[in-house]
Antibody, heavy 117, light 114 residues
Framework: EVQLVESGGDLVQPGGSLRLSCAASGFTFSSYSMNWVRQTPGKGLEWISYIGGGGHPIYYADSVKGRFTISRDNAKNSLFLQMDSLRAEDTAVYFC??????????WGQGTLVTVSS | DVVMTQTPLSSPVTLGQPASISCRSSQSLLRSDGITYLSWLQQRPGQPPRLLIYKISNRFPGVPDRFSGSGAGTDFTLKISRVEAEDVGVYYCIHATQFPHPWTFGQGTKVEIK
C-alpha cells in the first residue's frame, strides 16, 4: 500500500525557516517524481515544487522560487522541503504527492505550516 | 497560464440523485503529445485530496463506477450518477501541462447533501 506521511509543520515567525519531510513507503521511491502542493482557504490548491526520481530536474512555482528548496534521499525514501524567508502568505497545509506519468496519484495527509508573529 | 474555472462552486444534492460539475479551461488542454491531462480529485472533510478520474474519463483503482468523467478541449464534466453520503466533499479539476509550471487546479466545487 502506498503511504506518504508528512511531518515538520509548525508555527514560525515571518522571516523564519522550517523543514518539511515526507516519508514514503509501499512503492519504489526512486522510480517516481515527487511534488509538494499546498492548500490555503483563500487560494485553494497550489503546486509549489517538483523533483525527478533521481533528484533532477527540479522546478518551483514563482511564489516560492528562491526561498524554498526541494530535495530527496532515495536511500531513506524521503522527500524534503526547506522553507526559508517565510511569509504570512505561506501559511497553508503542505502535501507531498507522487507523480505517476503526469498524474498526482497519491497524496499524504498534509502538515500545517503557520507563519505568524 | 491556463485558468481552470469550475461551476457550480456549491452543489446541494439529494441522496440518490445525480450531481454534475463542470470544469472549463481558458485554453485547450490537448497537449502536443496528443494527450489531455485533465483529472478530478475528491477531498472529503478533514482528508487529503484523492485521485478519482484521470485523463478525462479513466477511473482510478478503487473508485466506484457511479463516478464518470467526460469532455474534450476546454470543457469537462464530472458526474456522480447517484450521490451517496460518503461523496460529500470538495471536488477539484486539475490539469497537467508542461514544465516549469506543471499543474493547475480549479477552485473546487463543494458537494453537500440537501
Amino acid at each position: 500500500e502506498v503511504q506518504l506521511v508528512e511531518s515538520g509543520g509548525d508555527l514560525v515567525q515571518p522571516g523564519g525557516s522550517l523543514r518539511l519531510s515526507c516519508a514514503a513507503s509501499g512503492f519504489t521511491f526512486s522510480s517516481y517524481s515527487m511534488n509538494w502542493v499546498r492548500q490555503t482557504p483563500g487560494k485553494g490548491l497550489e503546486w509549489i515544487s517538483y523533483i525527478g526520481g533521481g533528484g533532477h530536474p527540479i522546478y518551483y512555482a514563482d511564489s516560492v522560487k528562491g526561498r524554498f528548496t526541494i530535495s530527496r534521499d532515495n536511500a531513506k525514501n524521503s522527500l524534503f522541503l526547506q522553507m526559508d524567508s517565510l511569509r504570512a502568505e505561506d501559511t497553508a497545509v503542505y502535501f507531498c504527492a507522487r507523480d505517476f506519468s503526469w498524474e498526482l496519484d497519491y497524496w499524504g495527509q498534509g502538515t500545517l505550516v503557520t507563519v505568524s508573529s | 497560464d491556463v485558468v481552470m474555472t469550475q461551476t457550480p462552486l456549491s452543489s446541494p444534492v439529494t441522496l440518490g440523485q445525480p450531481a454534475s460539475i463542470s470544469c472549463r479551461s481558458s485554453q485547450s488542454l490537448l497537449r502536443s503529445d496528443g494527450i489531455t491531462y485533465l483529472s478530478w480529485l475528491q477531498q472529503r472533510p478533514g482528508q487529503p485530496p484523492r485521485l478519482l478520474i484521470y485523463k478525462i474519463s479513466n477511473r482510478f483503482p478503487g473508485v466506484p463506477d457511479r463516478f464518470s468523467g467526460s469532455g474534450a478541449g476546454t470543457d469537462f464534466t464530472l458526474k456522480i450518477s447517484r450521490v451517496e453520503a460518503e461523496d460529500v466533499g470538495v471536488y477539484y479539476c486539475i490539469h497537467a501541462t508542461q514544465f516549469p509550471h506543471p499543474w493547475t487546479f480549479g477552485q473546487g466545487t463543494k458537494v453537500e447533501i440537501k
